[in-house]
């Protein structure tokens, strides 16, 4: 289960990614190159189609991605966000890669609570919007950071080594997101970090009778 989710989240965090890109920041033309690189992991996920050997070597963008001429964030949010689903989609693969050595076959499984519960509170207006989208993102990632970190002891060598080198790119991703935050935002943004920061202890903090990579206190 925690493989399972942990392997569905990595394609989760891409997909937030290349959504940001694609709404906020490029062309059709460069939104669909984005589409199709995610497309063969989309496949596995929701369709069960391909494996491991088919994986190998998708990990690329067709090309170069484009600043829309009417986008204000454009270049720096391109390229961090690339970045971080070029990092995803290969931590997809390395979870895929142990579950297919230790016989774990994929199965799709329900989404936990924590996402969803962080999102509803995103506001529905710009550039709002956009900025709690990137705070989210940021506590989503920070948090995994921090169930890597706390889970690693308790995991056999090979995941443990593996939850350990998963760090150093997750404490980045969540820096990158608040960094783009406040840069967007170009004002002092504390207070939304403040008012999403109580809703993710409480997801946290709370009992939750589902486990997954990002639960509550297990019920
Ligand atoms: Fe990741
Ligand atoms: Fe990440």
């Not at 290349?18 to 906020?24: A, E, F, G, P, S």
Request: proline share 3%.
């Amino acid at each position: 289960m925690l493989l399972t989710d942990h392997m569905i989240c990595e394609l989760k965090a891409a997909q937030t990614a290349m959504w940001l890109i694609r709404k906020y920041a490029v062309d059709k033309e460069s939104g669909d190159a984005l589409l199709a690189w995610l497309a063969p992991y989309e496949k596995f996920i929701y369709r069960k189609e391909g494996n491991l050997a088919d994986l190998t070597d998708k990990n690329k963008l067709s090309k170069n991605l484009v600043p829309k001429s009417t986008s204000k964030y454009g270049q720096d949010l391109i390229d961090k966000m690339v970045l971080l689903i070029k990092e995803e989609l290969h931590h997809f693969y390395q979870v895929l890669e142990i579950m297919t050595d230790r016989g774990i076959e994929y199965d799709n499984i329900t989404a936990g609570r924590y996402a969803k519960g962080l999102i509803k509170h995103i506001k529905t207006h710009e550039p709002e919007t956009l900025i709690d989208k990137l705070i989210c993102g940021a506590y989503i990632e920070a948090r995994s950071c921090e169930r890597f970190a706390k889970l690693a002891p308790f995991l056999d060598d090979e995941l443990n080594k593996f939850y350990v080198s998963l760090l150093r790119s997750e404490a980045r991703h969540y820096q990158d997101y608040l960094n783009l935050a406040e840069e967007i935002a170009g004002c002092d943004i504390t207070e939304r970090i403040d008012y999403f920061g109580k809703i993710e202890a409480e997801l946290i903090n709370t009992p939750d009778s589902d486990f997954k990579f990002h639960s509550g206190v297990p019920a």
